[in-house]
C-alpha cells in the first residue's frame, strides 16, 4: 500500500523560511516523480515543485522559482520542499504526490497517491 506523510508545516510571518517533508512508502517504483501541490480551500490544487529521484531532476511553478527548492534523500523516498521569502498568497494546504504522468506537469486528475497535506500559514 503506498502512503506518503508530510510534516513540516506550521504559521511563518512572511518572508520567514519552511522545509517541509514527506515521506513515500510502499510504491512500486525505485526511481519515480514526486510533486508537491498546494491548495487553497474553495480552489483546485495547484502544481509547486516536483523532483525526479532517478535523475534528481528538478521542475518548479513560475509562482515560487527562485524561492523554493525541492530535494530528497540518497534513497529517494524522502523529499523535501524548501521554502523561503514566504508570502501570505503561499498560504495553503500542501500536498505531497507520487505517480505522474509526466513529471513537471501539474494536472491534479492525473497524480495516483496524495498525502493527507500539512498546513502552511503565512501572516504578516
Known amino acids: 500500500q503506498v502512503q506518503l506523510v508530510e510534516s513540516g508545516g506550521g504559521s511563518v510571518q512572511t518572508g520567514g523560511s519552511l522545509t517541509l517533508s514527506c515521506v513515500v512508502s510502499?510504491?512500486?517504483?525505485?526511481?519515480?516523480?514526486v510533486a508537491w501541490f498546494r491548495q487553497v480551500s474553495g480552489n483546485g490544487r495547484e502544481g509547486v515543485a516536483a523532483?525526479?529521484?532517478?535523475?534528481?531532476?528538478?521542475y518548479f511553478a513560475n509562482t515560487v522559482k527562485g524561492r523554493f527548492n525541492i530535494s530528497q534523500d540518497d534513497g529517494g523516498n524522502t523529499v523535501y520542499l524548501q521554502m523561503n521569502s514566504l508570502q501570505a498568497d503561499d498560504t495553503a494546504m500542501y500536498y505531497c504526490?507520487?505517480?505522474?504522468?509526466?513529471?513537471?506537469?501539474?494536472?491534479?486528475?492525473?497524480?495516483?497517491?496524495w498525502g493527507r497535506g500539512t498546513q502552511v500559514t503565512v501572516s504578516p
Open positions: 504526490a507520487v505517480g505522474i504522468h509526466r513529471c513537471g506537469t501539474w494536472y491534479p486528475d492525473r497524480v495516483a497517491h
Open positions: 510502499g510504491y512500486r517504483y525505485d526511481n519515480k516523480c
Open positions: 523532483i525526479y529521484t532517478g535523475a534528481r531532476t528538478t
